[in-house]
């Protein structure tokens, strides 16, 4: 199985800044990777898809880069609707991992 | 608009069995793979188990591997899931989700809780 890991595990930040999240496989999984957003209480919420393809109704200041082992989610100004946890989460090969999760919460 | 409804969540005892369901509506359900996600209390995500658009093709976590079976039926807009032999270790909410093509997943249920205690 592909092993997903993120960094850092959390982070505290203010409104305005720029955040990255670093999301890395135990092997290469291409492009076939996707960040989601969570919130309490609620079902993830598809951010990024293909590692850099924004999905339908997310706002512009995410997001992501990569390839291979290595992927960035990129927060370009952090709005108070973004404290959540992050997940990051590889479709290359079955099953289909997430990793453990980034928390974002407000400094 | 896609909406996605899980049911059958509740306590199950160890070892035993229970069946989840998700009701879909609002899109041409046989055209998508679905796929199971599940979170334990306080966790994060863990995929479980995911199913092609015409059921033929099935795929399960190691951890559920043997014990969990995913199905779906196309003429009733409805994904399953049969969980036995179940452990506290499945102790979390479910959430059914389809599956964008590329295994990205943008519409999610509202989950069920599945509690196994005796």
């Known amino acids: 199985d592909i092993q997903m890991t993120q960094s850092p595990s959390s982070l505290s930040a203010s409104v305005g800044d720029r955040v990255t999240i670093t999301c890395r496989a135990s092997?290469?999984?291409?492009?076939?990777l996707n960040w989601y957003q969570q919130k309490p209480g609620k079902a993830p919420k598809l951010l990024i898809y293909a590692t850099s393809s924004l999905q339908s109704g997310v706002p512009s200041r995410f997001s992501g880069s990569g390839s291979g082992t290595t992927f960035t989610l990129t927060i370009s100004s952090l709005q108070p609707e973004d404290f959540a946890t992050y997940y990051c989460?590889?479709?290359?090969?079955?099953?289909?991992?997430f990793g453990p999760g980034t928390k974002v919460d407000i400094k | 608009e896609v909406q996605l409804l899980e049911s059958g969540g509740g306590l199950g005892q160890p070892g035993g069995s229970l069946r989840l369901s998700c009701s879909a509506s609002?899109?041409?359900?046989?055209?998508?793979?679905m796929t199971w996600v599940r979170q334990a209390p306080g966790k994060g995500l863990e995929w479980v188990s995911a199913v092609s658009g015409p059921g033929g093709t099935t795929y399960y976590a190691d951890s559920v591997k043997g014990r969990f079976t995913i199905s779906r039926d196309n003429s009733k807009n409805t994904l399953y899931l049969q969980m036995n032999s179940l452990s506290a270790e499945d102790t979390a909410v479910y959430f059914c989700?389809?599956?964008?093509?590329?295994?990205?997943?943008?519409?999610w249920g509202q989950g069920t809780l599945v509690t196994v205690s005796s």
């Open positions: 609002g899109l041409t359900f046989s055209s998508y793979a």
């Open positions: 989460q590889q479709t290359y090969d079955t099953p289909f991992t």
């Open positions: 092997q290469s999984t291409s492009t076939y």
């Open positions: 989700a389809l599956d964008y093509g590329v295994g990205a997943l943008p519409y």
